[in-house]
């Protein structure tokens, strides 16, 4: 067991780098045993470092015994080992591994830490295509075998370039608002009343109060503006106690939000919150390439498409083409999700882009808070964003106004006095202000064109899990 015991000045080379250019050169590697066979006098073995998977040979010879061939084959799978050998060229392609054009021949083999040797599932198993199988491998290891093991679901190629990617997410959400001039700020997630109202929240104690975990960080991104901050954003779980066991729910996700203030039109957030999903997807497009193509491996799915500057159509508009294609429903009714997804097809077949913004939605069905028209109080200075059909941002022009916040929340019957915190925001004055929420793992499920979104969160919480 290494307990730290020396300092060795010993360099170990990555899987990755290896290539022709390394031929003949000594190297050590540490990786996992992915898989192993011995054949006479010979034991081939594979072994892997994240993504990247390399064939190593071990033969009988000056250095290597029979009794070497035999240990090695009775490593169990999932070892961590250190690994001698000399970089050979192959004359053919190692079309099973990453490194295609060398392979690795062994003298030297060190166990660091030995997998059990009974696994709840097998890499290879994990890591098969989500295709039909032509050889009549049709093993699949289902979703709650997966997340109940988590850790050994986490090693797929296919799992590491998901979360590489949703990290870039994050990146590029950083990176773009930071361009614009906005303050990334921390939010409370403990707090003394429901942020977003309504029954799905969590209840806690809190030494001898009740206390809630964060649905949302509006209040403090609002806060925030009122405190002349002007723009800023946000990245930190969000909490919704959601009975909702579907493909899209969480009851604990990552939520990217944003709020800033504007001079004269709502649209001037709008227009920011676009140009920041376009320079997400251009972002994630050009330097998540070979992190795309692994997931596709196992998931295929469509390239997502955008445009540039993104497709904005009205409610309305929307509503018409629903209409047009048969679906009856009233011009300010909400969206159901089958409607949803519909007009996410019909977006696609006539503007061919897999992101799209809906403006000015029906005030009845958006929070208090959010501005109502000014020219026709049926509708509201709101906006949902698209990916593939499905809702990825809500967000609004909020009311800045005191008063005028009273008289809203009194007309959807909500207690002044659970949200007098957040009314008094707004009694010092506040300049007019919009934004809103993202949901990441929704996000990274649909640019990846990912069909569950416990496929993109890395220790999924829902109504029926709480662990690992």
């Known amino acids: 067991m290494n307990r730290s015991q020396e300092i060795r000045p010993i360099e170990h080379n990555e899987i990755s780098v290896l290539n022709k250019t390394m031929a003949e050169k000594t190297v050590l590697l540490r990786a ?15 072994l892997r470092n994240r993504q990247h998977t390399v064939q190593c040979v071990l ?8 009794q070497m061939i035999k240990f090695v084959c009775n490593i169990t799978k999932e070892s961590i080992v250190d690994v001698q050998g000399k970089v050979v060229e192959v004359e053919q392609k190692v079309e099973a591994c990453s490194v295609q054009d060398v392979e690795l021949h062994v003298t030297d083999v060190f166990v660091v830490s030995a997998a059990s040797p009974r696994l709840p599932l097998q890499i290879e198993d994990a890591m098969r295509p989500d295709t039909e199988d032509p050889e009549g491998l049709h093993i699949k290891v289902n979703q709650d075998t997966r997340l109940d093991n988590r850790i050994l679901d986490l090693r797929t190629p296919t799992n590491q370039a998901i979360y590489r990617l949703q990290a870039g997410v994050c990146h590029q959400f950083r990176e773009a608002l930071k361009a614009k001039g906005f303050t990334e700020i921390m939010c409370p997630k403990l707090i003394s009343a429901a942020s977003e109202g309504g029954a ?6 809190y030494f001898e109060k009740e206390a809630f975990l964060a649905q949302s960080p509006q209040l403090y991104k609002q806060m925030a ?23 899209r729910h969480l009851t604990e996700f990552v939520g990217l939000d944003l709020e800033m203030a504007f001079t004269h039109h709502y649209h001037e957030a709008l227009k920011v919150i676009g140009d920041l999903f376009t320079s997400i997807f251009r972002g994630l497009r050009d330097e998540h390439t070979g992190d795309i193509e692994t997931v ?14 993104p497709l904005c159509l009205s409610y309305k508009e929307g509503v018409a083409m629903l209409k047009e294609a048969g679906i009856e429903m009233e011009e300010t009714e ?3 999700t089958p409607n949803e997804k519909f007009l996410g097809k019909l977006v696609k077949a006539k503007y061919d882009t897999d992101f799209y913004i809906l403006d000015k939605y029906p005030l009845a069905v958006r929070p208090f808070y959010t501005m109502p028209d000014p020219e026709n109080p049926k509708w509201s200075n709101s906006y949902d964003m698209f990916m593939r059909g499905e809702e990825i941002l ?17 007309a959807h019957g909500i207690p002044i006095d659970t949200i007098q915190s957040y009314i008094d925001s707004f009694k010092y004055g506040c300049p007019p202000h ?35």
């Open 32 to 46: 996992r045993l992915h898989t192993s066979r011995g054949k006479g006098k010979q034991a081939f073995f594979v």
């Open 59 to 66: 033969a009988v010879g000056d250095n290597v015994s029979k």
């Open 200 to 205: 799905n929240v969590f209840g806690m104690k």
């Open 225 to 247: 503006i009122a405190s002349d901050f002007e723009k800023v954003f946000t990245i930190g779980p969000v909490f919704r106690a959601e009975n909702s066991n579907t493909h």
């Open 434 to 468: 919009a934004g809103g929420g993202i949901g990441l793992e929704r996000v990274t499920m649909l640019y990846l064109g990912l069909d569950n979104i416990r496929k993109t969160s890395m220790f999924p919480r829902d109504p029926k899990r709480l662990t690992p």
């Open 394 to 410: 809500s967000g609004a022009q909020r009311i800045h106004d005191a008063d005028f916040l009273v008289e809203r929340a009194k």
């Open 334 to 336: 909400d969206l159901s």
């Open 296 to 309: 596709n491996k196992q998931y295929p799915a469509e390239p997502f498409k955008f445009l540039d500057p």
